[in-house]
């Protein structure tokens, strides 16, 4: 049981616009940085948003990411085949003092 | 560019403790902190620790304390994770990250490969 909650799946046509949701608590989202990753099969993650809504150089303006209390989400638009790839929502938790992830997002482009 | 290269996958026995390398092909320690985090087979990314070696600290997930040991060599722009009193649901990748807050946050902007720990009798 992970402590931050994401759906297990999302699917989306090519072109279409996808949203992916993360929840948290006071003592997670609600009090510090959210960050996206990507991973694709057999890869290691790569960062895709940091501290809630800033991209790395190089990654595209089709992903977004927004966060409210204690909640995140990021949102693909323009989807592409080769967007098809697990996403996970990180941050972390003061009552813990440690890191979190979310379970994993598994998009699939129809 | 500055990469992170893991040591070779593992197999263990039960009990037994496994130490996995990460180098940087440059000076990464000055300026950030690294971490662990592990992949289970067909499971989600777990968070172990990290190490912010500019300040010589680390930090364990509740989880894993008391078996985890976090270290990093500056000279040879090393870091190591020690995993002790392994068990079979140990089994898994094991990644190492860059750390770009230098604060333990999961800014992690460079991953090293990956190495495949397996536990089995």
């Known amino acids: 049981q992970s402590v931050l909650t994401q759906p297990p799946s999302a699917s989306a046509t090519p072109g279409q616009r996808v949203s992916i949701s993360c929840s948290g608590s006071s003592s997670n989202i609600g009090t510090n940085y959210v960050y996206w990753y990507q991973q694709l099969p057999g890869t290691a993650p790569k960062l895709l948003i940091y501290?809630?809504?800033q991209r790395p150089s190089g990654v595209p303006d089709r992903f977004s990411a927004s966060k409210s209390d204690t909640s995140a989400s990021l949102a693909i638009s323009g989807l592409r085949s080769e967007d098809e790839a697990e996403y996970y929502c990180a941050t972390w938790d003061d009552s813990l003092s440690g890191v979190v992830f979310g379970g994993g997002t598994k998009l699939t482009v129809l | 560019q500055v990469q992170l290269v893991q040591s070779g996958a593992e197999v263990k026995k039960p009990g037994s403790s496994v130490k996995v390398s990460c180098k940087a092909s440059?000076?990464?320690?000055?300026?950030?902190?690294l971490s662990w985090v592990r992949q289970a087979p067909g499971q989600g990314l777990e968070w172990m620790g990290g190490?912010?070696?500019?300040?010589?600290?680390?930090k364990e997930a509740q989880k894993f304390q008391g078996r985890v040991t976090i270290t990093a060599d500056e000279s040879t722009n090393t870091a190591y994770l020690e995993l002790s009193s392994l068990r079979p649901e140990d089994t898994a990748v094991y990644f190492c990250?860059?750390?770009?807050?230098?604060?333990?946050?999961?800014?992690?902007?460079?991953w090293g490969q990956g190495t495949l720990v397996i536990v089995s009798s």
């Open positions: 990250a860059r750390d770009g807050s230098g604060n333990y946050y999961p800014e992690f902007d460079l």
């Open positions: 501290r809630n809504n």
């Open positions: 190490i912010i070696p500019m300040f010589g600290t680390t």
């Open positions: 440059g000076n990464i320690f000055n300026n950030y902190g």
